[in-house]
């Protein structure tokens, strides 16, 4: 089946830029969407389509989505951004949803 | 607003059949994809599987012997039965929505807090 891999961690320090990516093969073929869980939370969804945002979440987070990875970008990085990111895709050959392992994201 | 909340046991004993209930609120059952999403502690996201609004099924592979999910329109809900459990069984339980048209599910837009399940022995 299809495999997404998320590195486990990033760190980042308040105000700068992360960029958490999601590589699998060919996922620039594919509609890739984001996940944000806090802890203790149920996820919550930040990026569709690889690079639509639901209307509730800042546009300091934007996607892309290009050959073998797709990248989460979250510009001014702020202590609240601390959580666990997923990565998602539907793989048609199996005909089932795929997450990826996840990144933990701390902000310094 | 959509909202979702599971509800069913909190623990189920090993080789017994997990069942779990979705109560959907604030939005139609219709044409969305509604899933079962669970998380092991300390783990990762699994699909467990869904069932469209026009009751059509597909299942995890991995779980897809022991796995049924239903539908209920007139009551606005959608189940889980997980047979055969074991302790890797053990695991928060989600319930979702998911976008997009056959023939298959995009996004998860909306989710229910989870209940977690466990498995004993």
């Known amino acids: 089946s299809y495999v997404l891999t998320q590195p486990p961690s990033l760190s980042v320090a308040p105000g700068k830029t992360a960029r958490l990516t999601c590589g699998g093969n060919?996922?620039?073929?594919?509609?890739v969407h984001w996940y944000q869980q806090k802890s203790g939370q149920a996820p919550m969804l930040v990026i569709y389509y690889s690079s639509d945002r639901p209307s509730e979440i800042p546009d300091r987070f934007s996607g892309s989505n290009s050959g073998n990875t797709a990248t989460l970008t979250i510009s001014r990085v702020e202590v609240g951004d601390e959580a666990d990111y997923y990565c998602q895709v539907w793989d048609s050959s199996s005909d089932h949803s795929v997450f990826g392992g996840g990144t933990k994201l701390t902000v310094l | 607003q959509v909202q979702l909340q599971e509800s069913g046991p909190g623990l189920v004993k090993s080789s017994e059949t997990l069942s779990l209930t979705c109560t959907v609120s604030?939005?139609?059952?219709?044409?969305?994809?509604w899933s079962w999403i669970r998380q092991s502690p300390g783990k990762g996201l699994e699909s467990i599987g869904y069932v469209y609004s026009s009751g059509t099924t597909n299942y995890n592979p991995s779980l897809k012997s022991r796995v049924t999910i239903s539908l209920d329109t007139s009551k606005n809900q959608f189940s889980l039965e997980l047979y055969s459990v074991t302790a890797a069984d053990t695991a928060m339980y989600y319930c979702?929505?998911?976008?997009?048209?056959?023939?298959?599910?995009?996004?998860?837009?909306?989710w229910g807090q989870g209940t977690m399940v466990t498995v004993s022995s």
């Open positions: 060919n996922i620039g073929d594919k509609s």
């Open positions: 979702a929505r998911a976008l997009g048209a056959p023939p298959g599910p995009d996004a998860f837009d909306f």
């Open positions: 604030g939005g139609s059952i219709s044409p969305y994809y």
